[in-house]
């Protein structure tokens, strides 16, 4: 009688066994998806801080990796090997990542911010136009936004790339160029445009205003984003609400740049006071934009083919 129920009992234990097997499979096959983002100091690190976009995507069964840059490049290179998902970046970086091959895709933009750039002279200059900036040594980051900016502006005041002397300087070399005089103009973006006005009583000669748009953009990966549209969708919504927020908040933004920046807040003021707030997703205007400064890139030199950049879209666009 014991040998019975022993035996009986071993094979409704096997039954159970073999009834949850499948079920554990299941679940195994359907793993939980991860998002890995690679943010630079500015609103990503604000989204990050405030745990609203765990919040959102916990739901959808989706984990968030964070990893900090210290610029576009470096992270479009974390993409390109497939160690990021989602980041943050100017107008220039992803043209010559596209023109590298990478696998890209454009998934958000922040509206146009023209002011945030701008050619500055030094007080006391006698440089009182853009066509005065003409055999003048011109300092500026090598394929950044400023770049075109500076292609674009010298065109609209009559002068050619080729009537200025440019000189190819990082942010920091190009400062301490422009405060020992040994450069006659500096174009740059916020927030070393803001700092130099601020503590080196530099002037601004020409911003981008009715010039170029300057943007900044969010990107993926082209298989990233096609597989996973509801995360991106998410993403832009949440930094859009940082951007709103920002834009009713200024005080307090410039508050948290400044801690995130490690820069004095009365600069980071100057940053912020002339920021245009608002994230939408890409569309083919948009995207018209970037084909611009790609086409001047090429024309330039600065990057090896033509390319097209809608082929670094994730789906149909408006």
Excluded: C
């Excluded at 479009?76 to 090997?81: F, G, I, Q, R, T």
């Excluded at 005065?132 to 609209?156: C, M, P, Q, T």
């Excluded at 020409?206 to 900044?216: F, I, P, Q």
Aim: aromatic fraction near 8%; charged fraction near 20%.
């Amino acid at each position: 009688m014991t040998q019975h129920s022993s035996t009986r009992r071993q094979l409704i234990q096997g039954a159970a066994a073999a009834i949850a097997l499948p079920s554990f499979s299941a679940f195994a096959q359907t793993p939980a998806r991860q998002l890995r983002i690679g943010n630079q100091k500015g609103n990503l690190s604000l989204l990050k801080g405030r745990g609203a976009l765990e919040k959102r995507l916990a739901p959808l069964g989706v984990s968030i990796k964070w990893t900090e840059f210290t610029a576009g490049p470096v992270q479009l290179e974390a993409l390109n090997v497939g160690s990021i998902d989602f980041g943050d970046v100017g107008e220039a970086p992803p043209i010559f990542a596209q023109a590298a091959g990478a696998p890209l895709a454009y998934v958000g933009a922040t509206v146009p911010r023209p002011h945030s750039e701008a050619v500055l002279i030094p007080k006391g200059s006698t440089i009182q136009s853009v066509a005065d900036l003409k055999g003048k040594k011109v300092a500026l980051n090598k394929g950044s936004n400023v770049h075109y900016f500076l292609v674009k502006l010298l065109e609209k005041h009559g002068l050619s790339y080729g009537d200025v002397n440019v000189v190819f300087l990082p942010p920091a070399d190009a400062r301490a160029a422009f405060e020992k005089g040994s450069i006659d103009a500096w174009v740059i973006w916020d927030p070393f445009l803001a700092s130099a006005e601020k503590t080196l009583d530099a002037k601004v000669l020409a911003d981008a205003a009715g010039v170029v748009g300057n943007r900044a953009y969010y990107f993926s990966s082209l298989d990233y984003a096609q597989k996973n549209p509801d995360v991106i969708k998410i993403l832009i919504e949440e930094l859009d609400k940082v951007d709103q927020w920002a834009q009713a908040n200024q005080g307090a933004f410039a508050t948290e740049l400044s801690a995130i920046w490690g820069i004095p807040k009365p600069v980071v003021d100057i940053t912020v006071g002339r920021t245009k707030f608002g994230t939408t997703p890409i569309t083919k205007a948009i995207l018209g934009e970037q084909q611009q400064i790609a086409d001047t890139f090429f024309a330039l030199g600065l990057i090896p083919r033509k390319i097209r950049v809608l082929d670094a879209a994730a789906g149909n666009l408006a």
